[in-house]
């Protein structure tokens, strides 16, 4: 293999598959320019607001998905990039209508959000049982940053009330990152939070693990259905939402903006 060719190369796979997609590039170029649009009120405002948190919203789903091929990658799974999985391109998930479609229908609908199994993971070609957890843990680890991040001008006391409407979405935008964190953290199988535990399983608990799997999404709805079990959840959200600083009444304002055909109100 000639040098040129070797410096295109990085851990024998092709640099391109390193490199952003049009896609994901596209989504970051509408989140910037729809909360500009929604910071100077350009326009039907709430439909900016609604721009900037779906956009927002896909844009975290990618950089979720994203952390767990890159750890996935580097704990020996070379085949995540081959798949188009470092790109950040949501088109190259296993299910864009699980990962892409359902979560958005669900944070218009209610406000919550939803996590979305995406990338498919090689587990045979990663040793260890702490590096598959360090897999799973990444997507999570992504909503929790955001979150972070989201909060702190609410914390350090931005003034709202010059933007409203761009604050909301921010807000918003806080929130869903919240609870897709908690979501995202439950020992469910076949999510996220069950995945990082599964490896520490002993056989038999695996194997009744691996049964239930397939089935963690149904398994999610069936709990947040629960009115008791979702009241739960959502005190939790609220708790943790009111001790980082986030205002309870810009995200409900947040939310009512984002849908925009139902008119002012």
Known sequence: MSSDRRSDLVAGVPREAFRPSVVFLCLVALFVTSGWMAWVEFGNVRFDVFLFVVSGWLVSLCLHEYAHAIVAFRAGDRGVAHRGYLTLNPLKYSHPLLSIVLPVVVVLLGGIGLPGGAVWVDRHEIPGRLRHTLVSLAGPATNVLFAVLLVVPFAVGVEVFAHEEFWAGVALLAFLQLTASV???????????????????????????????????????????????????????????????????????????????????
């Open 183 to 265: 979501l995202n953290l439950l020992p469910v199988p076949g999510l996220d939070g069950g995945n990082m535990i599964q490896p520490w399983l002993s056989p038999q608990w695996r194997r009744g693990y691996d049964i239930l799997a397939p089935y963690g999404f149904i398994l999610l709805f069936a709990l947040l259905w629960n009115r008791q079990i979702s009241g739960w959840f959502f005190s939790a959200v609220f708790a943790v939402g009111d001790a980082l600083g986030l205002p309870e009444w810009l995200y409900s304002e947040g939310f009512n903006l984002i849908r925009f055909w139902q008119g002012a109100g």
